[in-house]
């Protein structure tokens, strides 16, 4: 099994900023994509940030220039960084990764999500 477990999520005032970390665990060969998705109350999940091995780096609209992603290929880890928050940033945030299990196929994993919640 794959576990990806996030940390570093909490309440910030606006315009401040939080780290959010992911590490994953188990029985893999590579991930090959990580990132965050976020799920606000009320609202369809949004995939916010990703990362691929090479370090090649996408962002969703509304946090760039805010947001920065960053990955430790040997340790399986990735952060977030987020500067500049804004009330609307408020919702709970998910690990993201495409793990590579070697013979026995690729799938998506998700972490069970930190809170991250922006007060104006």
């Known amino acids: 099994q794959v576990q990806l477990v996030e940390s570093g999520g909490g309440l910030v005032q606006a315009g401040g900023s939080l780290r959010l970390s992911c590490a994953a665990s188990g029985n893999f060969f590579s991930i090959n994509v990580m990132g965050w998705y976020r799920q606000a109350p009320g609202k369809q999940r949004e995939l916010v940030t990703t990362?691929?091995?090479?370090?090649?780096?996408s962002y969703a609209d509304s946090v760039k220039g805010r947001f920065a992603i960053s990955r430790d290929n040997t340790e399986n880890t990735v952060n977030l960084q987020m500067n500049s928050l804004k009330p609307e940033d408020t919702a709970v945030y998910l690990c993201?990764?495409?793990?590579?299990?070697?013979?026995?196929?690729?799938?998506?994993?998700w972490g069970r999500g930190t809170q991250v919640t922006v007060s104006s």
């Open positions: 990362i691929t091995t090479s370090g090649r780096t």
């Open positions: 993201y990764g495409v793990v590579s299990r070697g013979v026995a196929g690729t799938y998506n994993y």
